[in-house]
């Protein structure tokens, strides 16, 4: 299984030796909050956040708040592992960290079992549908997925 994605920038500098972390950093935005609608969409949001910079190893996120005409009002600095607490402790209960990675562990699993052999695999979920749909597209290959550089490399021996 392949993840990948794009991060907006480096924190302070990228280290000389590769083996230690990058200090990632994600920059979002969000409507400045004025309600109790406006927490339970911003939570909502911060699930999204949180699982994309989880993912991709990210530690630390930068949320500019804007008023309703786009100005800039003020940024919170947010470490990306400490969002699920922050939400269960001091928010409205709308995401639970360990459900979101207990359900994507155990559909990971399902996945392995589902995807056999070589090939390209589509998952889908139509809009308003509980069902996932996997299915085979291709018998080979990577279906322009993976560039022919990033093959090569990754073919070369140890």
Do not use: H
Not at 13 to 33: C, M, R
Not at 114 to 133: A, C, F, K, N, Y
Not at 135 to 141: L, R, V
Request: hydrophobic share 40%; aromatic share 10%.
């Amino acid at each position: 299984m392949v993840i990948g994605g794009e991060v907006d920038a480096v924190w302070d500098f990228k280290p000389e030796n590769k083996d230690d972390p990058i200090n990632w950093v994600e920059l979002k935005t969000a409507a400045e909050i004025e309600s109790d609608r406006d927490i339970i969409k911003y939570e909502r949001k911060l699930l999204k956040f949180w699982i994309q910079s989880f993912l991709l190893g990210v530690p630390k996120i930068i949320v500019g708040f804007r008023s309703k005409r786009g100005i800039l009002q003020r940024l919170e600095e947010l470490e990306t592992k400490n969002i699920p607490g922050s939400v269960k402790r001091n928010g409205r209960g709308t995401w639970d960290g360990n459900l979101c990675i207990n359900f994507t562990a155990e559909f990971l699993e399902w996945l392995k079992v589902t995807v056999v052999g070589d090939g390209v695999w589509r998952l889908r979920r139509r809009d308003r549908s509980p069902v996932i749909e996997v299915f085979k597209i291709e018998e080979s290959g990577y279906s322009n997925i993976l560039s022919e550089e990033f093959i090569q490399w990754r073919s070369q021996p140890v």
